[in-house]
């Protein structure tokens, strides 16, 4: 069966510091892999999707990047946090079209 | 604008009481629409998936409709447990300019099951 890690959980980070977010999918190969944000109160905004290693997709300009090192291997980083970067991180993996989207179960991220 | 309403925001009702929870959207072109129960500091977790065709389906206790012409749905939770609460979110997607699918989702709504 399929399943989906993220971590870590939570992190606090100075402003101004680097960012690292890892998120690993098993038991599937050529998944399609999204990384969301959902501030309080606000709908999940996608901000980066891969279908492919190397292949990123960026949906909002901001603060962040990603990257797909291996085939199951989604991260997402920054050079220097924002305060405005803190919410809560989802990676999510999915076929498309109307295969369900799994999601991971996020990093609470806190920009200090 | 592709949009994704759900209503009410936040709902209390007692344990072993039945709710609906609504949804309207605005996406086109129309893909599918999904509810999603995610509970606090947790991932969304799938409950139901409906194509155009689809007008219900059923998870357990949790009954989706989908009304295409109308462009609304509605998750119907029956005989509601304390675990029930939690976010439930609908999301409602389609396929881009260029052959993406792409997701819209609600802002959820805040379910609490009291004893």
């Known amino acids: 069966s399929q399943t989906i890690h993220q971590w870590p959980a939570t992190l606090v980070q100075p402003v101004g510091s680097p960012l690292s977010l890892e998120c690993t999918v098993e038991?599937?190969?050529?998944?399609?892999l999204y990384w969301y944000r959902q501030a309080a109160g606000r709908g999940l905004q996608l901000l980066f999707y891969?279908?492919?290693?190397?292949?990123i997709s960026s949906e909002v300009p901001q603060n962040l990047s990603a990257s797909r090192p291996q085939d199951r291997q989604f991260i997402l980083s920054s050079k220097k946090l924002l305060l405005s970067d803190s919410g809560f991180y989802l990676c999510?993996?999915?076929?498309?079209?109307?295969?369900?989207?799994?999601f991971g179960s996020g990093t609470r991220l806190t920009v200090v | 604008k592709n949009q994704v309403e759900q209503s009410p925001q936040s709902l209390i009702i007692l344990e072993g009481k039945n709710c609906t929870l609504q949804?309207?959207?605005?996406?086109?072109?129309?893909?599918?629409l999904r509810w999603y129960k995610q509970d606090t500091g947790r991932g969304p977790v799938s409950l139901t998936i409906?194509?155009?065709?689809?007008n219900t389906k059923s998870n357990g206790r949790y009954t989706a409709t989908l009304d295409a012409d109308t462009k609304q749905s509605s998750l119907h939770i029956t005989a509601s447990q304390l675990s029930d609460s939690a976010s439930y979110i609908c999301?409602?997607?389609?396929?881009?300019?260029?052959?993406?699918?792409?997701?819209?989702f609600g802002t959820g709504t805040r379910l609490t099951i009291i004893p």
């Open positions: 038991g599937t190969s050529n998944p399609n």
């Open positions: 999510a993996w999915s076929y498309g079209g109307n295969y369900g989207y799994t």
């Open positions: 999301v409602v997607s389609f396929i881009s300019n260029f052959g993406n699918e792409k997701l819209t």
């Open positions: 949804c309207n959207y605005t996406v086109s072109p129309f893909s599918n």
């Open positions: 409906m194509t155009f065709s689809e």
């Open positions: 891969s279908v492919g290693i190397g292949q």
